[in-house]
C-alpha cells in the first residue's frame, strides 16, 4: 500500500461570516498529479493556502510524510518541501527576474557578496525549461503576464521540493508554454515530486492528472481516478446540475460594418493593422504570447495610443489618444489583468462599477449621487448574477469568477457600442465562464461589437463569428467560424505554411 506524502484531515476554516472549508479532506501520493477541482469559492485555495502555511486551520490536521505538523508560516512549509505557484503572481516588479527566482538564495562567493555570474547562469538554465528568451538581468514590470507567470514556476522550481502545488498555472499561457509545463510536471514527477494541479481547465485535468478530487461549497465532495472520469462527470459532481451548450448560440444576424481600423501601428508592437467589425459581430484575436494582442487592443482603447494609422466608427475618424476619449465614443476595454489594472480591490462593488461612468452620476456642485449608485450597481449585481450579500462588500473579497463579472458589468454604464475582452474568463470556474459566454452573447445581440483576446482555443472558436490571427505584430489571418479549427489557428500562430482560406499580410 502506497503512503501518502501529505495528507489533509478533516480541514476546517472560517473567516469571518463565512464558512470556507468545512471538514474537507485530500490525500496526495508521492510523484503523483493529483488535480483539484471545483467552482470558485469552493475552498480550493482556501485549503492549499493551509497546506502551504499561509493560514492555519481552525480544526483539522495535516500530515507530511507519516507525521503531523502545524506550519507557521510559508517559509516553515517551504522548508519542508512544500512549494505553491499561486494564481496571482507574488513577484516584485523592481527586481530582475533573477533577483525574484532567487530571492534571500542568491549563491554567494568571499565574503558574502552575491556572485552574479553563478545567479545569471543559473536563471538561465531555468528559462530554458520553458524556453524563455528574456534576460536574466530584465525587470519584472518589463515582462508580460504570461511571462510572469513563467517565472513564478520556475522560482518555485527552483526551490527543489517535494510537494509542488501550482494554482492555475495556465491561465495566461499559450498552448505552447502549456506543453512545456505539462513537459516539465512529467519529468518532476519521474524524479519523484507530487503535484496538486488546481484548474478550471478539465481538459488539463485530463491530460496531465493521475487522480483528481472534486470540492463544492467548502466540503469534499469525490476523488476519482482520472482513466475512469469522463468531463460530463467531473462538472456534475463540481456545479450540483447539468451544464449544456457552455457557448451558448447566435440567434439574431449580425448587423453592418461600423468600426474600422486602418494601418494601425507602434512602434516595436504591431504594423499594418487593418480589420472592420461588424455590430453584434463578436470577432476572436488569436495569436501566441508576443503577437501584440493587446498592445493593439490598448492602442485602441487609447491606453497606448497608436503611432501610426487611422479609427473609424460609423464612417466617422476617431483620435483616441486617452481612455477618457475611448469612453466617450463608448469604447471600453476589459483587462486581462483585473487585480491590477481592472479593479479597484479596496473599494466597494459599487464604487467599482461606477468607476468608468461617473460623469452619469454627478448632480450639482460636483458630488456623486449615491442612491443612483447604488441602484446601477444593484441591478448589474442582478443581471449579471454577482455572488455577494452587499454591493458595499469590497470587490478584493469576491472569488475570481465574481470579480470577473463586475469587470464585465462595469463597463454597462458607458453604455459600450464597441467592447474589447482582454482574457475575460481567466482564472474563472466552468460555471463562471458559462455565464460569462451567456453576458457576452447577450452584449452582441443588442448590436455591441466585441473584439475578443483569448489564449483558450476552444473559447475562441466556441465564441467568435470570425477569427484573426496575429504574429509578430501584424495580421497574418483571418477565418470566419465555418472556416477556423484549432489545427489552423495554431498553424497561423506558429507561422506553419497555411494551404487555404487564410488572409497573409506581406
Same mark, same amino acid.
Given at each position: ?13 472560517? %473567516? ?15 510523484? @503523483?498529479?493529483?488535480?483539484? =477541482? ?23 490536521? +495535516?500530515?507530511? /510524510? ?9 517559509? !516553515? ?106 513537459? /516539465? ?5 519521474? @524524479? ?28 469534499? #465532495? ?23 451548450? =457552455? ?64 479609427? %473609424? ?35 466597494? +462593488? ?9 460623469? !452619469? ?107 484573426? #490571427? ?37
Amino acid at each position: 500500500m502506497t503512503v501518502n506524502i501529505l495528507e489533509l484531515r478533516s480541514i476546517t476554516k472560517t %473567516f469571518p461570516g463565512v464558512l470556507a472549508l468545512d471538514h474537507t479532506h485530500f490525500e496526495l501520493r508521492p510523484g @503523483e498529479v493529483h488535480a483539484l =477541482v471545483g467552482e470558485n469559492g469552493a475552498g480550493k485555495s482556501t485549503l492549499m493556502n493551509i497546506a502551504a502555511g499561509v493560514f492555519r486551520p481552525d480544526f483539522g490536521q +495535516i500530515i507530511l /510524510n507519516g507525521s503531523q505538523i502545524n506550519f507557521a508560516n510559508p517559509h !516553515q512549509a517551504s522548508q519542508h518541501g512544500i512549494a505553491v505557484v499561486f494564481q496571482e503572481t507574488s513577484l516584485a516588479g523592481d527586481l530582475s527576474v533573477a533577483e525574484n527566482i532567487f530571492a534571500g538564495r542568491q549563491p554567494v562567493r568571499f565574503a558574502g557578496l552575491v556572485d552574479w555570474k553563478r545567479l545569471y547562469d543559473q536563471t538561465r538554465e531555468l528559462l530554458d525549461l520553458f524556453e524563455l528568451t528574456v534576460h536574466p538581468k530584465t525587470l519584472i514590470r518589463e515582462l508580460s503576464v504570461a511571462q510572469r507567470q513563467v517565472v513564478e514556476i520556475l522560482k518555485a522550481i527552483s526551490l527543489r521540493p517535494k510537494v509542488l502545488i501550482l494554482d492555475e498555472p495556465t491561465s495566461s499561457l499559450t498552448r505552447i508554454e502549456t506543453d512545456l509545463l505539462f513537459m /516539465n510536471i512529467r519529468r518532476l514527477k519521474a @524524479e519523484g515530486v507530487a503535484f496538486i494541479y488546481i484548474s478550471h481547465h478539465l481538459s488539463e485535468v485530463f491530460h496531465i492528472a493521475d487522480r483528481v478530487t472534486i470540492m463544492r461549497d467548502g466540503q469534499y #465532495v469525490d476523488t476519482l481516478n482520472v482513466g475512469e472520469a469522463s468531463e460530463d462527470m467531473i462538472v456534475r459532481k463540481m456545479v450540483g446540475r447539468e451544464l449544456a451548450n =457552455v457557448y451558448g448560440r447566435r440567434r439574431k444576424p449580425i448587423g453592418a460594418e461600423y468600426f474600422r481600423v486602418e494601418g494601425a501601428g507602434r512602434d516595436h508592437c504591431f504594423r499594418d493593422i487593418s480589420f472592420s467589425l461588424r455590430q453584434g459581430e463578436i470577432l476572436g484575436l488569436a495569436g501566441l504570447v508576443g503577437a501584440g494582442r493587446t498592445e493593439l487592443a490598448r492602442g485602441i482603447a487609447g491606453i497606448e495610443p497608436l503611432s501610426r494609422g487611422r479609427l %473609424f466608427l460609423n464612417e466617422g475618424p476617431l483620435d483616441i489618444r486617452a481612455p477618457q476619449q475611448a469612453i466617450v465614443h463608448g469604447i471600453g476595454y476589459l483587462t486581462e489583468d483585473r487585480k491590477d489594472q481592472g479593479l479597484f480591490l479596496r473599494m466597494s +462593488i459599487r464604487d467599482n462599477l461606477a468607476a468608468p461612468s461617473l460623469r !452619469q452620476f454627478r448632480v450639482a456642485g460636483g458630488f456623486l449621487n449615491d442612491s443612483a449608485m447604488k441602484r446601477f450597481a444593484e441591478s448589474n449585481r442582478e443581471c449579471f448574477n454577482i455572488i455577494t450579500p452587499s454591493v458595499a462588500q469590497h470587490v478584493g473579497n469576491l472569488s475570481g469568477g465574481n470579480q470577473q463579472k463586475v469587470l464585465l458589468s462595469m463597463w454597462m454604464g458607458i453604455k459600450p457600442r464597441l467592447l474589447i475582452v482582454d482574457e475575460p474568463t481567466r482564472g474563472v470556474d466552468v460555471g463562471a465562464r458559462a455565464e460569462i459566454y451567456h453576458l457576452l452573447r447577450a452584449l452582441a445581440e443588442l448590436g455591441v461589437g466585441i473584439i475578443m483576446i483569448s489564449s483558450d482555443l476552444p473559447e475562441i472558436l466556441g465564441l467568435s463569428d470570425r477569427v484573426l #490571427v496575429m504574429r509578430a505584430g501584424r495580421i497574418v489571418a483571418e477565418y470566419d467560424a465555418t472556416q477556423a479549427n484549432e489545427e489552423n489557428v495554431i498553424a497561423a500562430a506558429a507561422g506553419v505554411e497555411l494551404e487555404v482560406n487564410a488572409r497573409s499580410n506581406h
